[in-house]
């Protein structure tokens, strides 16, 4: 017979017995059943964490170790993690004992508020808002809107963008390398570059839309050329398509705005809206769409749940929702979001300006950027000089004398490092932030080369400037070479927890 399963511990018993079990036992779980690719990858980058509280910008590991968190899930933490509002929120509706799904058998109380609530905040007053639970799963429905809604069936996006990872939105994904495994995806769909508005006129004609995020988000934090979204927004009205804005990264304060669509004076017919909508507690999602469209797609009682999930318009999540508004509105945070946002850039470009690895520090409100220069000729010759210098005393013109086929693999060797070394440098440059100083900071999912620097709304001037200072220290260990004196390392000063100004 089978042999019973191993008795485990769950992992907040754990906690009480011990900071390492609870590490070794969440480690194990999600190697041998969550995903044993990336708890590989994880672990060779020193990325294998476990965090167990989480408070405003800082994430605490099992053992008490604080860590600053400008990565915010992906930018959906945008209130800080546990914001008390929307926590209490939270706890308010659950206490009520108010119903959590009573939609399509009945009318929702908090969903229809929240409807109400983010048509009255939208560019352009989009009247109907449909519910769901994650980004990829409101660009679906954008999707779907605006093919049932025109009749028609191209899809235009941009090249380098990122929707989701449904095959809806992989479809309109300009990063082949996320959908090729899954081939073939939807069909009459058109890419064309981002920023680039005569080429979008060649293939709008008969669209039933465009796809657009306002700033690239996942293809490396990439700002279109002034007046190209405009331009887009009216090539979009003049073909009869819509025009869809992806607001699912820059929506709700990010980019200094309350909608990034504010920059440019936008009224676009679809915005998609997910991520930071609950300042990232529980999933939801929204496409809030023009009522002409809305009514030309679903606007017959034959039609009207042509579209629908089950867990999409649920109370809870729009409870949480709306306390989560509530905190964008009363802590003024994109305003905020743009102030600190300009702060840490002018600091970040400061720290960066003397060295020739980073290309450029790029970025608006809390949405910004390192990226690094891919350009890493020299290193194979900085490698073999270093090789040198461990030879004793004069013994350097010893390599004059290797074999030819010794020289060709070393120079094979320095060429494929040089080649890595450009993909690997961000990772390694987010792992050091990490370990020497305790920031936490990652890749966009279509630039390896580009770090993302996305923390919650809510950072501080004071958190702001200890990144700077953070990232200043990286670079100038990262530009360490065989002759210059290595200083030691200075013990951490103490996180600011503040979450205020
Ligand atoms: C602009 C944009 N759209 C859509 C998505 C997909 O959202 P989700 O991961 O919630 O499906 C993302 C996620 O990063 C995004 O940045």
């Not at 605490?60 to 170790?65: E, P």
């Not at 920031?439 to 809510?458: C, D, E, G, K």
């Amino acid at each position: 017979s089978a042999a019973p399963p191993p008795a485990v511990t769950d992992a907040t018993d754990a906690v009480a017995d011990g900071a390492g079990d609870v590490v070794a036992a969440s480690r194990r779980r999600f190697r041998d059943h969550v995903n044993p690719s990336l708890s590989r990858l994880f672990a060779a980058h020193g990325m294998d964490r476990v965090f167990t509280r989480a408070e405003g910008c800082v994430l605490t590991t099992a053992d008490g170790t604080e860590y600053l968190d400008l990565v915010a899930g992906y930018g959906a933490v945008s209130l800080g993690h546990n914001h008390p509002r929307v926590v209490g929120g939270l706890r308010a509706f659950l206490e009520r004992g108010a119903p959590v799904f009573n939609q399509y058998i009945s009318v929702p109380v908090q969903a229809g508020e929240l409807a109400e609530r983010l048509s009255a905040l939208s560019p352009g007053r989009l009247e109907r808002v449909f519910f769901s639970n994650s980004g990829a799963e409101a660009v679906e429905a954008a999707l779907k809107v605006a093919r049932a809604g025109t009749g028609r069936t191209r899809l235009v996006h941009a090249d380098n963008s990122y929707h989701g990872k449904t095959m809806g939105a992989l479809s309109v994904t300009g990063r082949r390398a996320h959908g090729r495994a899954f081939a073939p995806l939807l069909g009459d769909v058109v890419s064309v570059p981002y920023g680039d508005a005569g080429a979008l006129a060649h293939v709008i004609e008969g669209a039933a839309a465009f796809v657009v995020e306002p700033v690239q988000g996942e293809g490396g934090v990439v700002l279109p050329p002034p007046g190209y979204l405009l331009e887009a927004q009216r090539l979009c009205r003049r073909a009869g398509a819509a025009f869809v804005l992806d607001e699912i990264q820059t929506g709700l304060g990010r980019t200094g705005t309350m909608f990034a669509a504010a920059h440019d004076g936008l009224e676009p017919d679809v915005v998609c809206l997910a991520k930071s909508l609950s300042g990232g507690l529980v999933p939801i999602a929204a496409t809030l769409v023009r009522a002409g469209l809305w009514d030309a797609a679903y606007g017959s009682t034959d039609r009207a749940v042509l579209h629908s999930s089950t867990f999409g318009g649920g109370n809870l999540a729009a409870a949480v929702a709306l306390a989560a508004l509530d905190v964008v509105e009363e802590e003024n945070l994109p305003e905020r979001a743009g102030v600190t946002g300009a702060r840490l850039r002018e600091g970040l470009r400061a720290a960066c300006a003397p060295y020739g690895f980073v290309r450029e520090v790029r970025g608006i409100g809390l949405m910004n950027a390192i990226e690094f220069d891919g350009d890493f000729s020299g290193a194979a010759g900085a490698l073999a000089d270093e090789l040198l210098t461990r030879l004793p005393g004069d013994l350097h013109g010893l390599v004059d004398w290797l074999p030819d086929d010794v020289r060709t693999a070393v120079r094979r060797a320095g060429e494929a490092l040089e080649s890595s070394l450009g993909d690997m440098l961000c990772l390694r440059f987010a792992a050091q932030l990490a370990r020497d100083h305790r920031m936490l900071t990652f890749v966009t999912a279509n630039s390896n080369r580009v770090l993302r620097i996305q923390p919650p709304l809510t950072l501080t001037a004071r958190q702001a400037d200890s990144f700077v200072a953070a990232v200043s220290g990286v670079c100038a260990d990262l530009a360490l070479h065989a002759d210059t004196v290595i200083a030691p390392a200075a013990p951490l000063p103490a996180l600011d927890r503040r979450t205020t100004r």
